[in-house]
């Protein structure tokens, strides 16, 4: 087996939002097919995980003890900052403690750089590198990174549709109406969600469910009166840790992704691949990568404006009943596990 390094910031419960998620989904895999160790901050307890107090960028003796002790073979680092400055510099520092092995830098969504940073960056910057997301995979060639684009994987043992009848009881479940339209949207409560354009949707008579995630960092946290504006409006806000998330795409008539700039989401929204598991039909902006990976997903994904979001509601609405449930994740979830047993087994 190939000796593995994966270096991350977060992998602790919950497990509630993308970057966590897919940190986890990755150890998942690698713990199976390769010989793997981990250093992150904050992490459950295993074997051969490594949890460490060390500075911003991984430059103290115990990191570079763990990783000389193992001496790996390949390096994968996926920081929570994404692809900014600090980060390719902590790439740069973790590299030179493996004395340079070949390095894998996934990150997932685009961060701006100043032309400064891009200068400095052009040093350090990854043998190679994969992303979700389209302009960030368009960055790293302009500055003639190796890259690829990942999708990223949905769990479908989880995330799977239900009857009628268990939808109706996971709405008594979480004291939801039982005859309303509901549209849910699972993510951060801030304002880089666009999400004061649900408010239409809730004031024409549908009931509009926003899980906030309970992981979100404090520097993407909303502020309280975004929060007040919404629930003043209505709109249920659920910002509790809920350990069976899919219930929530399962008991909904539609899953709503109202996010227009590009660093408000990870260049592939989980939480529009989970809904689709779950069999539940989407209305998004053309966000990252979606477009590219799922298309219509089988006339299950609609594609708008979120000034359009409410005729589209009322267009779903008039539809006769029909199964949403085909979906090309499962071929997607094959595509995530080549590309990364690629990646590592051609490094």
Known sequence: MKKVLLVTEYINHPFDEGIKKTVYNLFLDLDVNYELQVICRFGFEKKNIHIVQTNALFLSKKVKKIIRRFDPEVLIYLPFQSSTLASYLRLRILTLFTNFVSNIFIALQPKGLKKWEEVIMY???????????????????KQDINNKML??????????????????RLRVKYNLPLDTFIISHMGHLNEGRNLRSLVP?????????????????VDAQGSQSLKDELKKNGIIIIDRY?????????????????????????GMPLSIMEARGCGIPVITTDYGSLKQYLGDDNNSIWYRDPKEFSVMIGKI?????????????????KEFYTIIHSAIDNS
């Open 151 to 168: 999708p990223l994987l949905t769990d479908l043992n989880i995330y799977k549709p239900v009857s009628s009848v268990i939808k109706n």
């Open 242 to 266: 809920i350990e069976n998330i899919e219930e929530v795409y399962q008991l909904s008539d539609v899953y709503i992704f109202p996010v227009v700039t590009n660093t408000g989401s990870i």
């Open 201 to 217: 949707l809730q004031t024409e008579g549908n009931q509009v469910v926003i899980v906030a995630s309970s992981s979100t960092p």
């Open 317 to 333: 609405k008039s539809l006769p009943p029909r199964n949403f449930s085909q979906t090309k994740i499962e071929y997607i979830n």
């Open 123 to 141: 040093f350090m910057k990854p043998k190679y590198a994969l992303t979700p997301s389209p302009e960030l995979e368009n960055f790293w060639s």
